[in-house]
């Protein structure tokens, strides 16, 4: 991949970084509203994720630093994993337990709890794979896990404009805004893992599994 993907992912992280750091200061500062105050644990731990997730997972999309920085691939990913979880969990646990604004109806924290459940089993999946030698599942499910997690990133798009012009939108209009910014992560996602990887065939190049047995074609 070019290596404005990196930058690409990283400016499309800013908005929900800059807001989730704000987050922290309200916290710190104890200005926070009390939905967030009340129970500050698991927020923290979904900004701070997040925060980490979304910066460091950029950089896994540039194949050339891949190659040249296999160490530094490996403990990352080791990293994203955890904050990838740390994410998935802590956005479920606020969804089912803290205090919601109204405008975000019932679709949405439904939206909310399927994100999470997907980002948890694709994450699990993912180092289950790559512990098999199985590159390719291991970088499909990274790929769809790092997609939803940005969610928020492509949300700022879809609602952004919307709120700036007409104020806060409804339950329905918010609703539609939330899940086409997911939609177009999805759909993204699995454009770059079915795209042909440039210079190199699907079944050029075999990675033997960690039994010894059989071979599977590495991405």
Known sequence: MSKLVPAGLIALSLVPSIAGAARLGSLAGGDAPARFADVPAPVVVHIIGALLYSLIGAFQFDAAFRRDHRAWHRRAGRILVAAGLAV??????MTLFAE???????????ARLVVSAVMTYGLVVAVVAIRRRDIRRHRAWMIRAYALALGAG???FTLGPLTAIAGEPGVGLRAVGMLLGWAINVAVAEWVIRRPSPGRSRSSRKLPRVDGSNEIPAN
């Open 88 to 93: 998935a969990l802590s956005g479920a646990w």
């Open 100 to 110: 919601l604004p109204a405008h975000d109806g019932t679709v949405v924290n439904a």
């Open 154 to 156: 492509t949300q700022a």
